[in-house]
């Protein structure tokens, strides 16, 4: 639009009567104008090449787009990031939960297998003093008929 060349002259006119402050407009001769050529010749590259540099204004909207967009990537990461948290609660609930299953299947199951184990223990205790009060007949009636001379 109309700003750029707007800035052009008014940064040509704050240089040129920068320069030419102190000159009387009485003495003023086409002469001596001739080394402000190169000033305004700088000026007008400047301007034509660099646009964005001699905005000030355009150059800070850019800069605010910039970080407008920079702060969009970074919310985008953390809705992102938010979502991946969510699944990992998800998935930590889930795992809470299937340990504590396991955890009482697991108790469930040792008390079975320690309740089994008991029985035969019983079993095997009953069976060798059974075994023991057989030998101890067999050998007390032996002994009995051995003492008496009981044969056949």
């Not at 000026?43 to 964005?52: I, L, R």
Request: hydrophobic share 40%; proline share 3%; with cysteine.
């Amino acid at each position: 639009g109309y700003r750029l060349p707007f800035l052009f002259l008014e940064d040509v006119s704050g240089k040129f009567f920068g320069t030419y402050q102190d000159v009387p407009a009485e003495n003023f001769s086409p002469r001596q104008f001739e080394s402000f050529g190169r000033v305004l010749r700088d000026q007008m590259e400047f301007f034509t090449f660099k646009p964005q540099e001699a905005d000030k204004l355009a150059r800070t909207r850019q800069e605010v787009e910039n970080v407008k967009q920079i702060v969009t990537q970074n919310i985008d990461k953390v809705l992102e990031r938010g979502e991946a948290i969510e699944v990992l609660v998800s998935q930590t609930e889930d795992l809470q939960n299937n340990a504590r299953s396991f955890q009482k299947k697991s108790t469930k199951v040792k008390n079975k297998m320690c309740r089994r184990n008991f029985k035969w223990t019983i079993i095997s205790t009953v069976c060798c003093v059974c075994s023991l009060v057989t030998i101890l007949l067999v050998l007390a009636l032996l002994t009995y008929l051995h003492v008496f001379g009981i044969r056949d």
